[in-house]
Structures are given as C-alpha cells and as structure tokens.
C-alpha cells in the first residue's frame, strides 16, 4: 500500500493494449467524482525521467545498451519521478495514475531480459522505500491484438520504433508472461481482458472503480 492519504493506480500490460487510452478515460471518470488526480508515466513523469526515457527508447545508439544499464536506468528515472511527483502527490491526497512501474521492470527486465529478480528486488526496495501501488490493471490480450493496434497508431502518427519494438516475438511472450505471474501472485491486481472492444473494456474498468471511488472518501 502507498500508506499515503492519496491512492495509486497503475497499468500496466503489453505494448499497444491500451493502457494510455484507459488510463485517461477513469482519469476523466475519477476528476467527474470530484477527485483530485494526475497522470503520469514510467520511464518519465519528470524531465530528468524523460530525459532517461529518450535514452532508453531511442532506437539506434552508437553501441548496444547492456541489460544492466538498461536497468539501472528505469529506476534512476523511477527515484526521480517516484521522489519529485508520486509521493508528493500522494502526501497532498491525489490519486495518482501511473502508465507503467515496477511490475513492467519485473516483467521486461526480468522475465524478458532474464536479469537476476534479486538484483530487481534490491534496487526496488532502495528506490520505492516501502511504496507499492495501492491497485494495479494488468491489460492483458495476445501479442498480435496489442502489437497490431500499436503499428497501426504508429502509422497513423507517423512515430518512429522504439528500441523495445525491434524486439524479437519470444521476448515479449516472456514479458506477458511476467506480467500474468505477477497478476497471479499478487492481490493488488485485476486483470482485463483487453482483446475486448474498448467500450467493454471500460466497462470492466468502472465496475472496479465505481466501488473505489464510492468507498474512498478523498
Ligand atoms: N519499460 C521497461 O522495459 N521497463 C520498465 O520498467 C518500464 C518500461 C516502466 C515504453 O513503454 C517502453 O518502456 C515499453 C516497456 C519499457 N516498451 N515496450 N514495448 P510505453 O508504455 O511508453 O510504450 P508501449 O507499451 O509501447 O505503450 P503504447 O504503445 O503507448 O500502448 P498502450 O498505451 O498500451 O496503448 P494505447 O496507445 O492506449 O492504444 C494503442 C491503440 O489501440 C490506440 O490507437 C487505441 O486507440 C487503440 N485501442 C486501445 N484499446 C483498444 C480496444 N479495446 N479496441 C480497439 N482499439 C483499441
């Protein structure tokens, strides 16, 4: 638990599932309850994060970025983001909705990269300092639903690929695989199907927060 007096949300899921698209439609819904609420993303939230995002996405650098760096460098980003505007946030009462954490650290770096998990645990535990979302959507669809509806976003708005969209089919099986472990083990998830039209997707996603914004008082 955040153990603050505000509430945190994550999303998390594969690439293309929709957790940009969800994330601000219950941000809509929850300030329409008259919550106090801010978006904000990993890798980034902050310049210096977005700063360490531009790094960790560009896709061509002159050498190749090690696993270890490209760990480090989530949670530089994450103590930054996590120190200058998630507690703050959550010291003020506002329910903070996050595109990202720690669970995509546990699956990329983790189960796709195949880092070591207690080298994870042990810069998760000198960077979080006891904060854990209070709530965690796991948008979860097969490979071909969310890469399918990121290439054809991507196309529309002309984006370039990322360094983790040149990655092989098997490394992202392992990843939605992390993710479903994680959903499995901890209790502070709920799954969606997010294979589903949007409009049943959000309907999933109120009948979780409908009781939550009805049953927190702030
Ligand atoms: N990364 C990491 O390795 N370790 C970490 O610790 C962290 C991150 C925090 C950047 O993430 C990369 O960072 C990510 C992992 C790594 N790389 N990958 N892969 P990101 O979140 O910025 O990028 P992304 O995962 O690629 O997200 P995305 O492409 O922006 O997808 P999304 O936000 O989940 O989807 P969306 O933009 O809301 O939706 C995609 C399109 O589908 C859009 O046109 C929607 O209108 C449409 N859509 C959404 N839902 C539906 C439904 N239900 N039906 C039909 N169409 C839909």
């Not at 978006?39 to 650098?61: Q, S, W």
């Not at 002309?158 to 499995?184: I, K, N, P, Y």
């Amino acid at each position: 638990m955040s153990r603050q007096p505000g509430f945190f949300i994550t999303f998390e899921g594969g690439e293309g599932v929709g957790k940009s698209t969800n994330i601000t439609f219950a941000a809509d819904w929850l300030r329409a309850q008259g919550k106090d609420v801010i978006v904000t993303r990993e890798p980034g939230g902050t310049p210096i994060a977005e700063t360490i995002r531009n790094a960790l996405l560009k896709a061509h650098h002159d050498e190749l970025m090690m696993p270890r760096t490209e760990l480090l460098l989530v949670f530089a980003a994450r103590a930054q983001h996590i120190e200058s505007v998630i507690m703050p946030a959550l010291a003020r009462g506002t329910w903070v909705l996050c595109d990202r954490f720690t669970d995509s650290t546990i699956a990329y770096q983790g189960f796709g990269r195949g880092l070591p998990m207690d080298e994870i645990d042990t810069l998760k535990t000198l960077v979080q300092q006891g904060l854990e979302p209070d709530l965690t959507f796991l948008l979860d669809a097969p490979l071909s639903v969310g890469m399918g509806r990121a290439a054809q976003r991507g196309s529309d708005a002309g984006e370039e690929t990322d360094r983790f969209e040149t990655e092989q089919l098997a490394f992202f099986e392992r990843v939605r695989s992390g993710f479903q472990a994680l959903a499995a083990e901890h209790s502070r998830f709920r799954v969606l199907d997010a294979a589903q039209p949007l409009a049943r997707v959000q309907a999933d996603l109120l009948k979780e927060l409908v009781p939550l914004a009805g049953g927190i008082n702030r």
